[in-house]
């Protein structure tokens, strides 16, 4: 979650908590979601056992599955279509899980899936130069 969703989601009265380090890669410090009024928890399992909504970037791996249950809400890219036993695992955790890659706007876009193709389509001709750099014919 960014920053400013945070602090938008706590000045509205909702309890924000991000697992400690999470926002680091991105630049963003415990202490600065901290001073936003999030709260910051390094124990995984408690982040996941009180949360009734959880947003993620990545597709939840196997001990995140386990975590889920019922009444929750878990938002992220969800990519089902690659990989059978996490689709019945979201099954049975009986919680509402929500695909980025579904959501789509008033005209029928894709808003969420369109940032993921354009970071891959860069990634793929960086790799391509790359490789070309690396292993010349």
Do not use: N
Not at 10 to 26: D, F, N
Not at 55 to 60: D, G
Request: charged content about 20%; some cysteine.
């Amino acid at each position: 979650m960014t920053l400013a969703g945070a602090r938008e989601l706590v000045s509205r009265g909702h309890t924000v908590t991000v697992q400690a380090g999470a926002g680091e890669g991105v630049g963003f410090a415990g202490a600065t979601y901290e001073a936003a009024g999030v709260r910051t928890e390094a124990d995984v399992a408690k982040v996941w056992g009180s949360a009734e909504l959880i947003l993620k970037v990545k597709e939840p791996q196997s001990e995140e599955i386990k975590r889920l249950k019922g009444g929750q809400t878990l938002f992220t890219y969800l990519l089902l279509a690659a990989e059978e036993a996490l689709t019945r695992g979201l099954i049975e955790s009986c919680a509402t899980c929500i695909a980025y890659e579904t959501i789509t706007d008033r005209q029928g876009g894709l808003p969420l899936l369109a940032p993921m193709s354009t970071v891959a389509g860069r990634m793929a001709a960086q790799l391509e130069l790359f490789t070309q750099c690396m292993c010349p014919s």
